[in-house]
């Protein structure tokens, strides 16, 4: 029988030397931009907003043009009307922007000179330069112009960051200094001391949440995150949330399944503490500045660990307002007073006892 034996110019690469090199090298190639290709498809650009930027640059002033006879006409309606915004920011560098802005909110769209307003922008334009989607933003006004009602405005802006202290699963917000011009009356305008909040869509995407669209019991609420609610709204002197009619308050869902509060507007509480602020009749209060705990426990212990967390935050939530430098330094005194009676009063067990320990009654004390 014949066999094949082939000659040595033609043995297979793999079989030779130098053609083993060749294909090892061309494996780590391979190998190398496989690599390459996996990494580049594990990255992601960072996710930039347009609150992003504002925060990150440090937006100072806005200067919002739209027609102001139109919005306050209309301020029941909700509409949207068209509007330009010019930024300026920190560096002197400064922007424009076409929008749109409605008026928003109920007691504040009623009582105020100008009520607050909902931003709106093109998500077309945003994807344009490079950020996402996340196109509303709300804007908190003063009832009107004047000194008493900057200091509110500032105080309650204060309320959201000592939040922000406490937990990541808060709203973000921006102080600004608006402008306000009419675009038919082109010498009109005003000029407000303001802030921008956060809207509830970017909360739940930059957190990884999922936005609620219905009101819960507090029973149904994550037990940790709704005490430091709890907490929260007793240590700044509000009663002026609802669970189950999402009164001042935002729900979403983590991963976990756990239904997480987010609270919000502060004007009404004592630390606060605007002329046109007042408890609720259902309360035990018959001011602001009274604290009422609003929730349902039969021990103490239930409560601790929120405690404890209150505690290792004490000296941060102090620091907040001691390096403000939008207030005189009297509103910052009386603001961080106020807060400390708050600490020598979770200090005391039997005091906290006496403040915590109850259930609330009448048809109210089941909504918390």
Same mark, same amino acid.
């Given at each position: 029988?014949?066999?094949?034996?082939?000659?040595?110019?033609?043995?297979?690469?793999?079989?030779?030397?130098?053609?083993?090199?060749?294909?090892?090298?061309?494996?780590?190639?391979?190998?190398?931009?496989?690599?390459?290709?996996?990494?580049?498809?594990?990255?992601?650009?960072?996710?930039?907003?347009?609150?992003?930027?504002? #925060?990150?640059?440090?937006?100072?002033? *806005? +200067?919002? $043009?739209?027609?102001?006879? @139109?919005? !306050?006409?209309?301020?029941?309606?909700?509409?949207?009307?068209?509007?330009?915004?010019?930024?300026?920011?920190?560096?002197?560098?400064?922007?424009?922007?076409?929008?749109?802005?409605?008026?928003?909110?109920?007691?504040?769209?009623?009582?105020?000179?100008?009520?607050?307003?909902?931003i709106k922008l093109s998500k077309t334009s945003l994807k344009q330069e490079g950020l996402v989607s996340m196109n509303e933003l709300k804007l908190v006004l003063p009832l009107k112009n004047g000194n008493q009602q900057a200091t509110w405005v500032h105080k309650e802006y204060l309320a959201y960051k000592l939040y922000e202290k406490l937990t990541p699963y808060s709203f973000r917000t921006q102080l600004v200094e608006v402008v306000l011009r009419d675009t038919p009356k082109?010498?009109?305008? #005003?000029?407000?001391?303001?802030?921008? *909040? +956060?809207? $509830?869509?970017?909360?739940? @995407?930059? !957190?990884?949440?999922?936005?609620?669209?219905?009101?819960?019991?507090?029973?149904?609420?994550?037990?940790?995150?709704?005490?430091?609610?709890?907490?929260?709204?007793?240590?700044?002197?509000?009663?002026?949330?609802?669970?189950?009619?999402?009164?001042?308050?935002?729900?979403?869902?983590?991963?976990?399944?756990?239904?997480?509060?987010?609270?919000?507007?502060?004007?009404?509480?004592?630390?606060?503490?605007?002329?046109?602020?007042?408890?609720?009749?259902?309360?035990?209060?018959?001011?602001?500045?009274?604290?009422?705990?609003?929730?349902?426990?039969?021990?103490?212990?239930?409560?601790?660990?929120?405690?404890?967390?209150?505690?290792?935050?004490?000296?941060?939530?102090?620091?907040?307002?001691?390096?403000?430098?939008?207030?005189?330094?009297?509103?910052?005194?009386?603001?961080?007073?106020?807060?400390?009676?708050?600490?020598?009063?979770?200090?005391?067990?039997?005091?906290?006892?006496?403040?915590?320990?109850?259930?609330?009654?009448?048809?109210?004390?089941?909504?918390?």
């Amino acid at each position: 029988m014949k066999t094949y034996t082939p000659k040595p110019n033609r043995l297979s690469p793999w079989r030779d030397s130098l053609g083993r090199t060749n294909v090892i090298r061309l494996c780590f190639a391979m190998a190398f931009i496989l690599t390459s290709l996996i990494a580049q498809a594990q990255y992601e650009p960072p996710r930039v907003s347009f609150l992003d930027q504002l #925060i990150e640059q440090e937006v100072q002033v *806005i +200067e919002l $043009k739209t027609d102001l006879d @139109s919005l !306050l006409i209309n301020r029941k309606k909700y509409r949207y009307q068209k509007a330009e915004m010019n930024l300026s920011f920190a560096d002197g560098t400064s922007k424009a922007v076409e929008l749109k802005v409605r008026p928003r909110g109920r007691f504040r769209n009623r009582f105020s000179e100008v009520p607050p307003l909902k931003i709106k922008l093109s998500k077309t334009s945003l994807k344009q330069e490079g950020l996402v989607s996340m196109n509303e933003l709300k804007l908190v006004l003063p009832l009107k112009n004047g000194n008493q009602q900057a200091t509110w405005v500032h105080k309650e802006y204060l309320a959201y960051k000592l939040y922000e202290k406490l937990t990541p699963y808060s709203f973000r917000t921006q102080l600004v200094e608006v402008v306000l011009r009419d675009t038919p009356k082109r010498k009109r305008s #005003i000029r407000l001391k303001a802030f921008l *909040i +956060e809207d $509830k869509e970017e909360v739940a @995407s930059r !957190l990884a949440l999922e936005q609620c669209r219905q009101s819960y019991q507090g029973a149904e609420l994550s037990p940790y995150h709704y005490q430091i609610v709890q907490l929260f709204q007793f240590m700044i002197g509000n009663t002026d949330w609802l669970p189950t009619t999402s009164h001042n308050i935002a729900f979403f869902r983590s991963s976990t399944q756990e239904v997480i509060p987010i609270p919000f507007d502060f004007d009404f509480s004592g630390l606060v503490s605007t002329s046109y602020a007042w408890p609720s009749d259902r309360m035990p209060i018959s001011n602001v500045k009274e604290r009422y705990f609003m929730g349902n426990y039969l021990s103490l212990q239930e409560l601790k660990p929120a405690i404890q967390h209150f505690q290792t935050k004490k000296a941060e939530l102090l620091q907040v307002i001691q390096d403000f430098t939008g207030l005189p330094k009297s509103e910052k005194r009386q603001m961080i007073k106020y807060l400390l009676s708050f600490f020598d009063l979770i200090s005391n067990d039997t005091m906290a006892k006496d403040q915590f320990v109850h259930l609330m009654e009448g048809p109210r004390g089941e909504h918390y």
